[in-house]
């Protein structure tokens, strides 16, 4: 009886770690390495946005629809602060371009009256929009508490230099 039972809650455990991992999509929460993509820094003034064109990104139309949640506004808002911040850890990472930031705020601006943290949202691009990166710690933070984040609180801000080092270990750059 004690073996059936072991084996029974064995089997258990499995299947529930089976179902966390396919359900949770750890993958999508991870950094990964991307390939193919291209910067020119020559073009970029200190402050900007430092723009990675992506050989294999879909259109940001298809990348955020209108209709996005609220929930997968803050993944992106925070999947993108993390080219600029300081953090011991950090889950997710979209490339921060001009494009994908102007698109965010025609979302927010469509759901403004369903989406609950609509002013927050709004602040944070439009800044971003404006290449005005000297909070984006605080808009990491912010974001990440309305998260319920409790590991890779934000503490700084990465410097140009920390910020490319970011972008080469997480994506195959040519032309820098």
């Given at each position: 009886m004690k073996k059936i039972l072991i084996i029974v809650s064995c089997s258990i455990i499995i299947a529930a770690l089976v179902l966390?991992?396919?359900?949770?999509?750890?993958?999508?929460?991870?950094?990964?390495?991307?390939?193919?993509?291209?910067?020119?820094?020559?073009?970029?003034?200190?402050?900007?946005?430092?723009?990675?064109?992506?050989?294999?990104?879909?259109?940001?139309?298809?990348e955020f629809p209108?209709?996005?949640?609220?929930?997968?506004?803050?993944?992106?808002?925070?999947?993108?602060?993390?080219?600029?911040?300081?953090?011991?850890?950090?889950?997710?990472?979209?490339?921060?371009?001009?494009?994908?930031?102007?698109r965010l705020i025609e979302v927010v601006?469509?759901?403004?009256?369903?989406?609950?943290?609509?002013?927050?949202?709004?602040?944070?691009?439009?800044r971003w929009a404006k290449n005005d990166f000297s909070q984006v710690d605080k808009d990491h933070n912010t974001i990440w508490e309305l998260q319920n984040g409790n590991v890779g609180r934000a503490t700084g801000i990465l410097s140009r230099e920390e910020e490319m080092e970011f972008i080469q270990e997480y994506y195959d750059v040519e032309g820098t």
């Open positions: 966390y991992f396919t359900f949770t999509n750890l993958s999508k929460d991870s950094v990964t390495k991307k390939e193919s993509a291209s910067i020119n820094v020559e073009k970029q003034e200190k402050g900007q946005v430092i723009e990675i064109e992506e050989a294999d990104a879909k259109p940001v139309a298809e209108l209709e996005m949640s609220e929930e997968k506004i803050r993944d992106a808002i925070h999947g993108m602060s993390h080219q600029k911040v300081k953090a011991d850890k950090k889950w997710g990472f979209i490339p921060l371009t001009s494009e994908r930031v102007n601006k469509a759901n403004q009256s369903t989406y609950k943290n609509s002013t927050t949202y709004l602040e944070i691009l439009e």
